[in-house]
Structures are given as C-alpha cells and as structure tokens.
C-alpha cells in the first residue's frame, strides 16, 4: 500500500520538527505489550515491565486504548505547539479534547477490534470528560515509571536526532532531509510517499505543513496521524537508538571524587541505570542509610532526580551529572 501527502511552497514552509513526550509514553507503551523481545530496548524492557505488571499498568485504560498492532487513539497525540513541549501541556491537550474527536477515535478503535469496547473504553465514551481525567492520571503514572527515570536519555536522543536534521535541512534543503527519514518514507516531486504503511497519508485529511517527530520507540515502523485540520505528524525511528541503552562511558572518577567525596562519586557512577536504595547498596557497599543520605545531597545538587514507583524510588542521574563523569575531550 502507498500513499502520497502533496506539498505547496507554503507547505514546505511550514514543516517543522518537535519532541513529544507523549509520542514517546504511546510507542514505548505498544513495544512493552508486544510479546517480542525488543532488541534495541532489552535493558529498559527488562526494568520496566515489572514495574508496569506490579502497578496494573499492563491492563488499564492505555491498555484499551493502544493495541498492539493497528490504529492508535489520535487524542493521546495532540499537536506539540513548540519544539519541545513538557508532559505537562500535552496532557492539558488531552484533557480537552472534544467529546466528538473522543467518540471518533474509539469508533475508529472499535472497528479494528474482534471483541467488543471494554467497561472503561463505555466510560469514555459517555462521559468523555470524566473518562479523559482518568487517562491522563494513568499516562501520568506510567510516565513516572517508565519514562521519568530515562527521560535524560531520551531526551538528548531525540534533541540530537532534531538538531542534526535541521543542519541537514539548511546545508541540502527539506526534500533531502524527508528522503533520508526512513526506507518506507520517499520525497518524489513534491510529494511525500508512505510505502507499506497501514493508514493512508493524504493532504485532504490533514492541515497544512507537516510535523515530524522523532521517537526512540517508534523502530521499525513510522506512525503518523492524521486530524484536520491541523498539520499531520510523522513520528519516525530517531538517529542513534542502537546505542540509546549501552553503558556511557566514564571518566576516571578521582577528580570528582575529590570534589564530591568517594561514596557519591561511585553512586553517580552507579547509577548510569536508574536504580533504588538498595540495589545501590547492595552494589556499593555502604548501608542503605548511608546512600539515602548521599542520594539527598545529590539531589540537592541537581545530580540525581528521584521518581516514585509505587512503593520505591528510582534514583537516576541528571543530564549535569553525565557531563560531570563525561571522559574529558583533547
């Protein structure tokens, strides 16, 4: 199958890329639900997926509303109004999504579906403002123990991936830079081809312009939504996933050692993994009071962030701290 999106001059001109956290809670969530190993993301797959079945996150209201193959709920995307938007204003977005947009989409979910809605899914379809706030608080909690604890990461994925095609964009022009988005994505006279894509992509259902979206999770495939009349999005498999989950490299800590002292130097080095009290004690070697102390300190420093998972806290290491222990450049 393949579909075409024309473009105008004005089109091109309005084209733009954004990171959006909630691209990235609805793929991640769909590559933890398939039952495939997940080659590029094993490490996190193998931290998060407990966590999710622990916490009933595994068959809640993203459960219904994201299925594992198939259309995605195009309110759980809505258009990211900068570059690079928080969570939090995507899901003000969410929230207030028309009760027809809503009733739309699980028409378009019900469609593709062998059985019938779930009670939840009825929910949100008579009482979509209701049902919308349980949503949000669900996607809210999932982010906090899916996604916080790796956000960094992510994040400068992504920033990369957008920073890198913007160079790409003013060296050669946009028609280069969509050529080079993915095998099924070609830019043939002034139009943009999905081969063996699922869902059609043409201009009479979408606005004008074109967002592209880099994700982390999205690999294989690209995604794409399709809502007039704003611009239709393109949520492609970012540059550099390969590595997005190998150890970073670290200087020799005896430098910020001496800054830091000892114990936090090596937790900071520790924690390359978002990690608890104490499985960063058991790794480290000091007591569990001993690393909460430190962990308070590092925190206080901007070093470490802390995200509740039920019951525990995962400590992880902030963007600073990275380039703190980053092996120095000649």
Known sequence: MQSGLSFSAADLAQTRFAVSPMWEVVTSFRLLRDEADPPLHRRWAEQVRPRLARAGLDRGWLADLI?????????LNPTPATPFPAL?????AIRRTGPGQVRT????????????????L??????????????????????????????ARIRRLLEADVFHRARQVAEHGSAHVLNE????????????????????????????????????FAWPCVLTRSVAPEPPQLAYPARGIGNLWEPRP????DAVAAVLGRSR???????????????????????????????TALRNAGLVTAHRTGRFVLYARTALADALLAPAVD
């Not at 009825?122 to 956000?151: D, F, M, N, Q, S």
């Not at 670290?250 to 800590?253: D, F, G, L, R």
Request: glycine letters at 8%; aromatic letters at 6%; charged letters at 25%.
């Open 67 to 75: 299925p594992r193959r198939g259309y995605l709920a195009d309110f």
């Open 88 to 92: 939090g204003t995507e899901l003000d």
């Open 105 to 120: 989409d699980l028409g378009k979910l019900a469609a593709e579906r062998d059985t019938g809605p779930s009670a939840r």
């Open 122 to 151: 009825r929910t949100l379809h008579e009482a979509p403002a209701e049902g919308l706030e349980k949503v949000v608080a669900e996607i809210e909690a999932y982010w906090e123990l899916a996604l916080a604890p790796y956000w």
């Open 181 to 216: 988005l993915h095998d099924s994505v070609r830019w043939d006279d002034g139009t943009l081809r999905l081969v063996r894509r699922h869902c059609a992509l043409t201009r009479d259902q979408t606005g004008s312009g074109l967002l592209l979206v880099p994700s982390a």
């Open 250 to 253: 670290t200087a020799s800590t």
């Open 265 to 295: 130097a090596l937790l900071l080095t520790e924690l390359d993994t978002p990690s608890s009290t104490i499985r960063l004690a058991e790794h480290s070697g000091l007591s569990a009071a001993g690393v909460s102390q430190h962990l």
